[in-house]
């Protein structure tokens, strides 16, 4: 545990291993591949590197930084920290936009889609936020498990109108996050979402100070209901790109921030490089387990994300059972 925290404490540290961590995963495919003959400019290994090899890389390191950066947005604004864009419903709102782009816009882009994503996730996490003030008791447990219901009544309403018109197997694209077909030209919408991440490092201050309630906020001056529709359009955004993109993908929103939290603190301004730089690296790490496990095939990383990080999700919980 001190050797874990000193490497948390050192983001050198840190940065060295995603480093070593990116090398690693560009040496892993079915197609053999060398990093020194990429050096030397062998032509089919910069041509693998160029078409597949780095568009995966870099899509896994954006979406881990984004998602988990969400997810630490949502948990500041709404003072829970177990608050995540899985658990408030926004990844089944963003399915839903699908869904409606799908069967009212079939032939418009993949940016169309995206925009009706985001358009269904801000709405559908604005409905969540309305929810939880209506409620007096507010359990840091109950909170999640009041957005997963809604999730759920989402989801199910979306598989049923995808089976309604026969769009089922259009939607399973977006039911499972995989890597898999990442390809130069297939994965560039994810740069949508750096301006909002730099958005988010410029606001960092406020969504902390926004965390601790709104009366507190407005006796600092702080327009408190701007900044969390800020806060919630970031994460719309986020979310949509990604589900649009390389699917839905659970918990790294939910768990990187809480273990971020653990060693740095609650303030986000000093807590958004690191939360955004080990949601990367696990991200990479559940990659590339996906691709090693069962190899030549590959299991879809949403399956080992949920898996590790559903085990992580109740050592947190028990760990504030014991602390609380």
């Keep these: 545990m001190d050797i874990l925290n000193k490497i948390m404490k050192k983001r050198g540290i840190c940065l060295i291993i995603l480093f070593v961590l ?9 197609k053999e591949f060398h990093l020194l003959d990429l050096l030397m400019g062998k032509s089919s290994d910069v041509e693998l590197a160029i078409l597949s090899r780095i568009p995966r890389l870099l899509s896994i390191l954006v979406t881990g930084a984004s998602l988990s950066i969400a997810g630490l947005i949502m948990q500041t604004i709404t003072n829970n920290k177990f608050v995540s864009p899985s658990t408030a419903g926004t990844m089944e709102w963003c399915r839903f936009g699908v869904m409606l782009a799908i069967l009212l816009f079939g032939s418009q882009s993949s940016f169309f889609k995206m925009l009706i994503a985001f358009i269904t996730a801000f709405l559908g996490t604005i409905l969540f936020m309305k929810v939880l003030s209506k409620i007096k008791y507010k359990d840091a447990v109950l909170v999640p498990l009041i957005g997963m ?8 309403i979306t598989t049923f109108f995808a089976y309604r018109f026969d769009i089922i197997q259009n939607m399973s694209s977006w039911l499972q996050g995989d890597f898999s077909l990442v390809i130069k030209g297939s994965y ?36 408190h209901q701007k900044i969390v529709m800020l806060g919630l359009i970031i994460v719309g955004l986020i979310t949509s790109t990604t589900v649009v993109t390389v699917g839905s993908i659970s918990f790294i929103g939910l768990i990187i921030p809480n273990i971020i939290s653990i060693y740095k603190g609650d303030n986000l301004k000093h807590t958004l490089f690191d939360t955004a730089m080990v949601g990367a ?11 090693v496990l069962i190899a030549p095939y590959e299991i879809p990383i949403s399956v080992i994300v949920s898996v590790i990080g559903s085990f992580l999700y109740l050592l947190l919980i028990l760990r504030r059972k014991v602390h609380a």
């Design 22 to 30: 990116s090398i690693l995963s560009l040496n892993i495919g079915v």
């Design 149 to 156: 219901m809604m999730g759920s009544v989402v989801s199910s």
């Design 188 to 223: 560039e919408l994810l740069y949508l979402g750096i301006p909002f991440l730099i958005l988010a490092c410029i606001y960092s201050h406020h969504f902390t100070i926004a965390g601790m309630g709104e009366s507190f906020s407005k006796n600092l001056g702080l327009n």
């Design 281 to 291: 690296g696990f991200l990479l790490i559940c990659d590339m387990i996906g691709r």
